[in-house]
């Protein structure tokens, strides 16, 4: 009943604006043979009750014909006037035409069409103008208001950039009827904007008068409380010193979302500032992805991801499906996190056959029935334990996943004819002090030997460094520390990584399996991830993007660095010959090669001691394999005392133990 009344409601005052339109065409005329003729002589023109009707009567006709009708008095606009401009204009040339037709003009003077059309037009728009202008409570006396808003408390925000974004928004919020926003300013960078209005808003400044307007702001009594960045695609760099300088004074920084990016925009988007995320905050340009490579690749081909439920493995499993694989299997050995993803592809890809295989890669038997039933064309090998200390804690869980089972999958990829293979590898995996890392390093060496020695599938290893918000990295922790209300734990005030998007990840991965043509046989893919980042600002910076101050509101605390945590990652071994693959953002690494065959005997005994829980013969065995593998030591490039044949553990030195070389 209230949807019938509601829409009753609508009909009746859609009828009543037509037919004040009607009234006004008609009034129009009439005024304009006052003005022609003189109030005295206006009812000397002969048939002019009946010239005013005809005159109606065709504006009605193009009033319908160009939908006039429809348009919302609500939202009146440029578009809204133009339409008007046509309606008055051709009822206009078609009374006159017809006119002069039927009287020969008798009686219309030719100011009449001209005066009609001014008056016509400016009436149609008044109306509506007005009509906007009180549903915007836009009146500059309108009582008890501020921005269009009355009685309601309100954020006091200033825009950051003279742009569309900024119209729209100051827009959108005197329309919004739950908006809680007071916008009592704009800053612009542009000499020439200095001191422009747009919407009744001013632009106040630059951004380096920030602190300025914020202390004068506040002696109003209306403090800041939050920067809004209208700008359009900002630098990540320029986006870093935003909320630096913002946050410093207490004011949060958020960012207006980029309507072309179609999946953030609902109904209240323009209303809803999306916070900054750390991935805006990185120092270099965003990666991305070769699509023209990357679909001739993957189109038509059956696809297999190991380690699909993970961070990467998932995500890389969203975008090889958009380039519509023939096939794509999905192999995890977590049930949860398989079954969600399989979920989210389904509803998104009904298109594509998909197949998911509860699978361990440490499963030889498993591994090797997945491809001989799907026969993959390519494989994306992303299974792994990568969780430093837990590792450390685990050896022997560590070497059954990250090598020997990266041995299963790659050995069955040679049997059963995989024209690409990926692995995805590590930073840790150069000059590795912790078991995760060398046993990455491990698995990269045993994919180069592959891909050397291996006529028919090509082996692509990629390396890049932590992944912002994948599953165990420090992102999602430090958001529970600050949520809690701190304090942040970092390990060390000196201890720094290299970061990246997972969305990035995945491109690199993409690229580099893609970029196969006139690369060298058991080169390794490694990105450039800019500069390495301190652990100790990533946590100032998520500080700052909750809206708080780094050490006055949440506090960091220092921990000590856990077992096998280095104070920095290195992307390349000094052996490692590196050069800039062209226009691609990644760099081509020659690492040294193992000996296949000593390699092959090594793992062998690797095996043994896998099988009988030794963990310590497990990392000597590692220690072979990976000879940089230097277990516990803490490596510091500002350390001018550090030894690397020291290898201190638990406060005391170790001896390295003496590992007899395999014999036949």
Same mark, same amino acid.
């Given at each position: ?12 005052w ?36 009946e ?14 014909? *160009?939908?006039?009708? #429809? !348009? /919302?008095?609500?939202?009146? %606009?440029? $578009?809204?006037?133009m339409? &008007?401009?046509? +309606? ?5 040339i078609?009374?006159t035409?017809?006119? *002069?037709?039927?009287? #020969? !003009? /008798?009686?219309?003077?030719? %100011?009449? $069409?001209?005066?009609?059309? &001014?008056?016509? +037009? ?59 926003f ?5 800053l ?60 410093r ?86 049930e ?20 998911t ?61 995989v024209?690409n ?109 800019g ?47 590196s ?86």
């Amino acid at each position: 009943m209230k949807l019938r009344e509601f829409i009753g409601g609508a009909r009746l005052w859609r009828a009543a604006g037509s037919l004040l339109d009607v009234f006004t065409a008609f009034a129009a005329f009439v005024l304009s043979y006052v003005t022609a003729y003189g109030e005295r002589f206006l009812f000397a023109v002969p048939g002019l009750e009946e010239k005013a009707l005809g005159f109606t009567a065709i504006f009605i006709c193009f009033f319908w014909l *160009f939908s006039m009708h #429809r !348009g /919302s008095w609500r939202y009146f %606009s440029i $578009p809204d006037i133009m339409t &008007i401009l046509k +309606v008055v204009s051709a009822s206009v040339i078609a009374y006159t035409i017809a006119a *002069f037709l039927l009287t #020969r !003009g /008798s009686n219309v003077p030719r %100011s009449v $069409p001209v005066l009609t059309l &001014i008056y016509l +037009v400016a009436g149609l728009s008044f109306s509506r103008m007005t009509y906007r202008m009180v549903m915007e409570r836009a009146f500059f006396f309108w009582p008890g208001t501020m921005n269009g808003r009355q009685g309601r408390p309100t954020r006091n925000v200033l825009l950051y950039g003279l742009t569309d974004n900024a119209e729209s928004f100051v827009r959108a919020n005197r329309r919004g009827a739950t908006s809680e926003f007071n916008i009592v300013g704009i800053l612009d960078d542009g000499i020439l904007n200095q001191a422009r209005i747009i919407q009744g808003v001013k632009v106040l400044g630059d951004f380096d008068e920030l602190e300025a307007l914020a202390d004068r702001f506040a002696r109003k009594g209306m403090p800041i409380s939050e920067l809004i960045d209208t700008e359009s695609g900002p630098s990540r760099q320029h986006l870093a010193e935003v909320v630096q300088a913002a946050t410093r004074l207490g004011i949060k920084v958020s960012r207006i979302p980029d309507f072309t990016e179609t999946a953030l925009l609902t109904g209240q988007s323009l209303l809803q500032p999306k916070q900054i995320d750390l991935g805006h905050l990185l120092g270099r340009p965003e990666i991305a992805a070769d699509l023209e490579s990357v679909a001739r690749l993957i189109n038509g081909r059956v696809v297999l991801v190991t380690g699909a439920g993970g961070s990467i493995g998932s995500e890389l499993s969203r975008q090889i499906a958009e380039y519509g694989p023939s096939e794509l299997i999905l192999a995890d050995a977590s049930e949860f996190h398989l079954y969600k993803l399989d979920m989210e592809l389904r509803e998104h890809y009904p298109q594509i056959r998909m197949v998911t295989s509860l699978a361990n890669v440490r499963d030889r038997a498993k591994v090797e029935s997945i491809f001989e039933r799907f026969r993959p064309n390519l494989v994306f090998h992303t299974a792994a334990l990568k969780h430093v200390p837990i590792v450390e804690g685990n050896p022997v869980e560590g070497v059954k996943t990250n090598l020997l089972g990266t041995r299963n999958v790659a050995e069955a990829a040679v049997k059963y004819g995989v024209s690409n293979f990926v692995m995805i590898s590590t930073d840790k995996a150069v000059n590795p002090t912790n078991v995760m890392g060398a046993s990455k390093r491990a698995a990269e060496a045993y994919c180069q030997s592959l891909d050397i020695a291996c006529q028919t599938t090509l082996f692509t290893t990629v390396r890049f460094g932590n992944v912002l918000g994948s599953n165990g990295s420090v992102v999602p922790r430090f958001e529970k520390q600050i949520a809690a209300g701190g304090p942040v734990t970092v390990t060390h005030p000196e201890i720094t990584r290299f970061f990246m998007t997972i969305p990035e990840a995945v491109c690199l991965v993409l690229n580099a399996a893609a970029a196969y043509a006139g690369r060298k046989r058991g080169d390794i893919m490694v990105l450039d991830m800019g500069k390495p980042v301190k652990i100790v600002h990533l946590a100032e910076r998520m500080i700052q993007l909750a809206g708080l101050k780094p050490y006055v509101d949440i506090d960091i605390v220092f921990t000590g660095l856990r077992p096998g945590e280095k104070l920095y990652e290195e992307l390349f071994d000094p052996s490692e010959v590196s050069q800039r693959s062209e226009d691609a953002p990644y760099f081509v690494a020659s690492p040294r090669v193992i000996d296949k065959e000593l390699f092959h005997k090594t793992l062998g005994f690797l095996e043994g001691a896998v099988e009988s829980e030794d963990h310590a013969r497990v990392v000597e065995l590692l220690r072979h394999i990976v000879p940089e593998f230097r277990p516990g030591a803490v490596v510091s490039s500002d350390d001018d005392n550090y030894d690397p044949e020291a290898i201190p553990t638990a406060g005391k030195d170790r001896e390295t133990p003496s590992f007899p070389k395999p014999v036949a």
